[in-house]
C-alpha cells in the first residue's frame, strides 16, 4: 500500500522524467542503505550528504539546535562557531566569509562583487564547468544543458577549454605546451571580449567530469588575472569540505584565490553554501547581498558538525583511506578490461571513463540492479560517496565495478 500511495504522489515531480524513481529507503548507517523489505544498498553518488545515513554527532547537533531560540539579527552560536572553523581550516588565507543559501548564490555573488569592486563587466569560465543553474551561474557554466534554449544568457561572460592535457583542443604533449589552453585564452580577450575582465572562475576538480587542472597550471592563472587586474575565484562548491582527501583542494596547490566557494558538502544536506575573500567592498555595495538563509542557525549547526567529523571524528582521514582503496580497485579494472579506459580523481571523487557510451551505461544499469548507487555521465561512471564509506566497501564497490566489467 505504502508504494502504491508513494508513485503516484512523485509522479508529480516535474524532475521525474530525468531523474525516474529510485528505491524507498527506510533506514540506514554510513554508506549502507536499507529499503522496506530489507534489502541493501551502498551509496555511492551522495555530494551533499557526506555524513551518511544515521550520523549520531549530527542528528545530536541538529536536535540541540533546533531547541535553540532563533530570531533575525540576534545572535547565532553554530554561525559564529563556524566562521572559526573555516578561518582555521584556511589558515588565515581569507579575512571575510559571506553565508548564502546555495552555491549557484554564491556563484553569483562572488561574480557580481568582482565585477562591483574592479569597475569591470566581464568573466572568465571554464567549458564543461558547473556553476549553479540561476541566471548568471548557469551563463557561466559550461555545460550545454544548462542554457540550451534558454537564452539569452547573461552578457559578459567568456568560456574557454578547460586545462584537460587528455582530450587538448589543441593537440599538445602535456609535457612540452606551456598551458597553449592560457596563452589561447589571452588570444580570446583580445579579439573576441572587451578587454575587461573582473574575474576568471574555475573548479579545482570539475564536478561534471572530476578533471583537476595539471600541475602548474593555477599558479599560471594566477599571474595571468594579477597582470590583468582580474579576481580569481576559487569553485570548491563540490571538491571543497574534504571530498579529494584535503579539507579544499587549492592549498596543496600553494595558490589562494581572492574568493574561494564553498557549499555541497558543508551542511551535509542542508541548504548552505558561500565564499570566503580579503577582498572588501564599500558599505554600500554590501546592502544588496544582506537575507537569505543560508546563515539560519539550523545550517550553521549543520555545517559545524560536518567539521566535528572531518576533524575529530576522523573522516578526513578516512575520506584518504577508503578514496586509495577505491582507485586503486578502479584502476585495475582499467587494466583489465578494454571497455575501461581510465581513472581519475582524488579522494572520493573518481570517475572510471569507459570506452564508449553504451559500455558506460549498461555497467551503470548492472551496478544499479546490484545495490551499488553510483552515477553516470556520458561515458564515465562517477563515484562521490558518502566520506563514511569505509575501505572495505570501497573494495566492495570496486569488486562489483569489476564484475558488472566482465559481464560486458
Known amino acids: ?17 530525468l531523474h525516474g524513481q529510485g528505491p524507498e529507503l527506510v533506514s540506514g548507517k554510513g554508506a549502507e542503505l536499507f529499503d522496506a523489505a530489507g534489502r541493501r544498498y551502498l551509496a555511492l553518488s551522495e555530494l551533499s550528504a557526506c555524513l551518511g545515513a544515521g550520523n549520531r554527532h549530527f542528528i545530536e547537533v541538529m536536535r540541540q539546535a533546533l531547541e535553540h531560540p532563533s530570531q533575525a539579527g ?12 573555516l578561518l582555521e581550516a584556511t589558515r588565515g588565507d581569507f579575512s571575510y ?28 569560465s571554464f567549458w564543461n564547468s558547473i556553476h549553479g543553474r540561476t541566471q548568471l551561474s548557469a551563463s557561466m557554466s559550461g555545460l550545454p544543458k544548462r542554457k540550451a534554449g534558454y537564452g539569452p544568457l547573461d552578457p559578459g561572460v567568456l568560456l574557454t577549454p578547460y586545462p584537460d592535457c587528455l582530450r587538448c583542443p ?37 564536478g561534471a567530469s572530476h578533471l583537476s587542472p595539471p600541475p602548474g597550471y593555477l599558479k599560471a592563472l594566477r599571474a ?77 549547526a549543520a555545517a559545524c558538525a560536518v567539521f566535528d567529523e572531518l576533524y575529530e571524528g576522523g573522516l578526513l582521514e578516512n575520506i584518504c583511506t577508503a578514496g586509495a582503496r577505491l582507485k586503486a580497485g578502479l584502476e585495475r579494472c582499467a587494466e583489465k578490461y578494454g571497455k575501461a579506459v581510465m581513472v581519475r580523481g582524488e579522494g572520493l571523487a573518481l570517475a572510471l571513463e569507459c570506452a564508449d557510451e553504451a559500455s558506460a551505461a549498461a555497467v551503470h544499469q548492472t551496478l544499479r540492479a546490484g545495490g551499488y548507487l553510483c552515477g553516470r555521465a556520458g561515458t564515465a561512471l562517477m563515484f562521490k560517496p558518502p566520506f563514511t564509506l569505509t575501505p572495505e566497501q570501497a573494495g566492495e564497490a570496486a569488486d562489483a565495478v569489476d564484475r558488472a566489467l566482465a559481464a560486458l
Open 97 to 124: 566569509i559571506h553565508l548564502t543559501s546555495s552555491g549557484s548564490e554564491a556563484a553569483e555573488w562572488a561574480v557580481k562583487l568582482a565585477r562591483k569592486m574592479t569597475g569591470k563587466t566581464e568573466v572568465v
Open 1 to 17: 500500500m505504502r508504494e502504491e500511495r508513494v508513485q503516484p504522489v512523485l509522479s508529480h515531480d516535474l524532475l521525474a522524467p
Open 224 to 300: 595571468w588575472t594579477q597582470e590583468r587586474g582580474a579576481l580569481l575565484i576559487f569553485d570548491e562548491i563540490q571538491s571543497g569540505m574534504g571530498r579529494t582527501g584535503q579539507i579544499f583542494r587549492y592549498q596543496a596547490e600553494g595558490v589562494v584565490p581572492d574568493f574561494l566557494l564553498i557549499g555541497k558538502a558543508l551542511g551535509n544536506g542542508l541548504h548552505i553554501a558561500g565564499f570566503l575573500t580579503s577582498c572588501q567592498p564599500e558599505k554600500e555595495d554590501l546592502y544588496a547581498l544582506s537575507g537569505g538563509s543560508g546563515d539560519a542557525v539550523l545550517s550553521c
Open 170 to 206: 589543441f593537440h599538445c604533449q602535456a609535457q612540452s605546451c606551456r598551458f597553449a589552453c592560457l596563452g589561447f585564452l589571452s588570444e580570446q580577450v583580445t579579439y573576441g571580449s572587451a578587454q575587461e575582465i573582473a574575474a576568471v572562475v574555475i573548479e579545482l576538480c570539475q
Open 74 to 85: 540576534s545572535a547565532n552560536p553554530y554561525k559564529a562557531r563556524l566562521y572559526e572553523r
